[in-house]
């Protein structure tokens, strides 16, 4: 059981650096309309062209394969609640590298994604 939490909260890590990656790069891009499609096209041209799009891909195709060796070694109805971890390393992890505030509601729902993984392994643990 170590081993899959282990492995998924790996997972989670590769995952929320390319997720911040990904912000990253669409803070620095600006605001777009993307009413039209050629305004699509160019945001999908200027996010493709920034190198942080592509380091963050390599994080979720690392965080992927990762993933996928933790549900070999366990039952998705457990292994999946453990991603739910992934609000909680995102919360935090806006807030360091992007300055995005953490206010209370955001605070208490993540603390309730925490209560619920709790509740789902404490009877992993009981039985």
């Not at 899959?4 to 990904?22: D, N, R």
């Not at 990762?66 to 919360?91: K, N, R, T």
Request: proline share 2%; net charge positive.
């Amino acid at each position: 059981m170590i081993k899959i939490i282990l492995l998924v909260l790996l997972a989670e890590v590769f995952t929320a650096i390319g997720q911040i990656l990904f912000k990253k790069t669409t803070n620095a891009l600006g605001s777009y309309s993307l009413r039209g499609v050629n305004t699509q096209f160019r945001f999908l041209n200027d996010v493709l062209t920034r190198p942080s799009t592509w380091i963050g891909l390599i994080f979720i195709a690392i965080s992927l394969v990762i993933w996928l060796m933790a549900l070999a070694e366990g039952d998705l109805s457990l292994v999946y609640p453990i991603g739910s971890l992934q609000f909680i390393l995102i919360l935090f992890s806006a807030h360091i590298f992007l300055n995005e505030k953490i206010d209370k509601m955001k605070l208490l729902g993540t603390l309730l994604v925490v209560f619920g993984i709790v509740l789902i392994y404490s009877t992993c643990f009981v039985l």
